[in-house]
């Protein structure tokens, strides 16, 4: 993993881990129900954003060259399941 990548992608789960302790504690406080729902689409938002971080990370340092070798079929193939996930 690239180094900027890394750093990026772990500031911002520091941040979505303190989105959702937040919610956690808005649950047990039995706080109002839309303010939880919006934190907690806040931590969803985050996330999304992380994965694509590292999505973009990993085209950039592995797909890239893996298209030009032996890789290729491969690569694409785990590229093409994580976009699966997504669509589940």
Known sequence: ???YVKREALKRLKTSRGHLDHV???VEGEKYCIDILQ???AVQSALRAIDTIILKGHLQE???K???GKDKEKSLREVVEVFEKVRR
């Open 1 to 3: 993993m690239q180094t």
């Open 24 to 26: 956690i504690k808005a």
């Open 39 to 41: 934190q907690s689409l």
């Open 62 to 64: 592995h797909v890239s």
């Open 66 to 68: 893996a298209l030009q």
